[in-house]
């Protein structure tokens, strides 16, 4: 199971201005898109007025291979093989929606955690304009 203090005490949180195109494009920073081990696609979220966009891990065909091979490497074969792999089958989805409902927990976390750097750093409009 994820644990949310352990992850909310690394550095996890970065900012970075990034331009859309006209064509409502983005290009994800090469830093970001190999940490994350980006590929083709991934997974966008809009919640909070925030876009949050995260890696597509397995898809469901991925899970069955596993499932069914451990499976057959535990002896199931036949009815019994089916009828195990439906039960374990319909555990997948509940178990996802926990991750996802940890992920929300974290970014909600980290939004309110978030102090934005820019007054620090250009001052306030009142300061630029004395």
């Known amino acids: 199971m994820l644990d ?10 970065e900012k ?8 409502r494009q983005i290009t994800i ?10 590929s083709k696609e991934v997974d966008c979220i ?7 966009l995260t890696p597509v891990r397995a898809e469901e065909s991925a899970f069955a ?6 499976l057959i490497e535990q002896g199931y ?11 374990i089958n319909r555990q997948v989805r509940p178990a996802v929606e ?12 980290a939004s309110l955690d978030y102090v934005d750097p820019t007054d620090d750093i250009f001052g306030t409009a009142d300061e630029t304009k004395a």
């Open 4 to 13: 949310v203090n352990k992850e909310l005490e690394r550095p996890s949180m």
């Open 16 to 23: 970075r201005r990034i331009h859309i195109s006209s064509k």
């Open 29 to 38: 920073p090469a830093k970001y898109f190999d940490a994350l081990g980006l």
């Open 46 to 52: 809009y919640a909070n007025d925030m876009l949050i």
């Open 65 to 70: 291979e596993e499932i069914l091979s451990d």
């Open 77 to 87: 074969t036949g009815e019994k093989l089916l009828a195990e792999f439906k039960r």
């Open 98 to 109: 926990k991750l996802i409902e940890e992920a929300d927990a974290l970014a909600k976390a």
